[in-house]
């Protein structure tokens, strides 16, 4: 069921402090309906060629974009890039007729793993694939896999993510996998997130198959795109988005970029407001909209959701109930965050750093989670966590954590598929 709800975790706030507050948006997709045809797609898959995608993972990676091109039919283009040190367009974007298709798979059987890894010229020239044929109707998406450090070309890590910025901008997302141990996957995740799509963690090369599957299926599912949330705040308050989506704005207008959503498609976001000092007794509020593209909101018929607050003495706001369902999804936030950290410090031989970062969220979460077992469950995740990254880890499990962590700030399941429904 479509729907745009909005939930605080407290309603009271201080008349003579910056008082914080979180706010809980719940979002849930419209879903597929037969009078609507799906959009089509532009996709570009670009492979990885390296020398160290041998051992059968490129095989893999091509029998991946086989099945996926078998999903595509007349209405969508494609096109196949592959690089190493080299950047070859192996198919230029092409409308996806079953002839196209199996010429393709024709052509990429050809390809052999080699050389070094220049990611930024791969993605760039698989994205310019994308680019020349724009739809302005459909999704506009490259697809780069690595099982590598980009080690030539561009390299710097906030470059690359700027550049996946502007391409998005341009009309160009951009999703990525990492396959097995080898490959930066702060990097990758940068990129995605920048770039307006998903992080896939491929730890075994078997999966490589299920997650272009799954990533292509997708895209096959989008009926929102360029989806955002409006938050129109009282005079004064401060909006910040914990969630990890960009977030844009001036004055009390502030726009956070939802991207494309599938079909029943459930979205958590979470906001931190900070309150001006106010009138005891008075009232200031916020007002929640969504809209996309296509209309597909409106069209499902939802309306503003709406919050107020009230600037109330000490006491009040000392014995003022909390709303758990707020306070968990702020948890699952910065424990996430947490983690990422703690991951990052652990491989830079920071142990002692990862540890305190995972014991301060923890310490955090315990001073209100009182009895909620969900609160509690998180804090004993971190506090076991924190032991483990206080010593030297394997770097697949470093990857794991990761991608878990990712996972569930973005509300997506364990193996990185949206979750649907409520």
């Not at 992080?199 to 096959?220: C, K, M, N, P």
């Not at 107020?308 to 006491?315: C, S």
Request: proline content about 3%; hydrophobic content about 40%.
């Amino acid at each position: 069921m479509t729907r745009l709800s909005a939930h605080a975790d407290r309603r009271l706030i201080r008349p003579n402090s910056r008082s914080q507050r979180f706010v809980l948006a719940e979002v849930t997709a419209p879903p597929a309906t037969r009078t609507l045809d799906r959009v089509p797609v532009n996709l570009a898959f670009v492979l990885d060629r390296s020398g160290s995608m041998s051992n059968g993972k490129l095989d893999l990676a091509r029998r991946a974009v086989e099945e996926a091109l078998g999903r595509l039919d007349g209405r969508d283009r494609f096109s196949i890039v592959v690089y190493d040190d080299v950047v070859d367009v192996v198919v230029e974007s092409t409308p996806a007729s079953a002839e196209a298709r199996r010429n393709a798979v024709d052509r990429l059987a050809q390809v052999t793993p080699r050389g070094s890894t220049n990611l930024a010229d791969g993605w760039f020239r698989g994205c310019e694939q994308v680019a020349t044929h724009l739809s302005g109707e459909g999704v506009d998406r490259a697809l780069l896999l690595t099982d590598g450090l980009a080690n030539v070309g561009i390299t710097d890590p906030a470059e690359l993510a700027r550049h996946a910025g502007e391409l998005r901008a341009r009309g160009v997302s951009t999703t990525t996998f990492g396959v097995g141990t080898g490959f930066d996957e702060a990097l990758l995740q940068s990129m995605a997130d920048a770039g307006g799509g998903h992080f896939y963690y491929i730890a075994d090369a078997v999966q490589i198959r299920d997650h272009i599957a799954s990533e292509v299926g997708e895209t096959l599912e989008v009926v929102a795109r360029d989806v955002e949330l409006e938050i129109l705040a009282g005079e004064g308050v401060a909006v910040e988005a914990v969630s990890p989506h960009p977030i844009s704005g001036r004055g009390s207008r502030s726009v956070i970029a939802l991207g494309e959503l599938v079909a029943d498609q459930a979205l958590d976001v979470v906001l931190r407001l900070t309150f001006p000092y106010g009138e005891l007794g008075r009232e200031t509020g916020m007002i929640v909209r969504i809209a996309d593209r296509d209309g597909a909101f409106g069209a499902a018929g939802i309306g503003d959701a709406r919050l107020t607050w009230t600037w109330a003495d000490d006491a009040a706001n000392d014995a003022q109930r909390r709303d758990p369902e707020v306070d968990r999804a702020v948890a699952r936030q910065f424990a996430a965050r947490a983690r990422q950290e703690a991951v990052r410090l652990n491989r830079a031989g920071e142990y002692g750093q990862a540890r305190h970062i995972l014991d301060a969220t923890s310490k955090r979460i315990r001073a209100y989670a009182g009895r909620d077992q969900e609160l509690r469950a998180i804090v004993g995740e971190l506090e076991a966590e924190g032991h483990d990254l206080a010593r030297p880890m394997q770097p697949q499990l470093l990857k794991e954590m990761h991608f878990a962590s990712a996972n569930m700030a973005r509300c997506r399941d364990a193996t990185g598929r949206s979750i649907k429904g409520r």
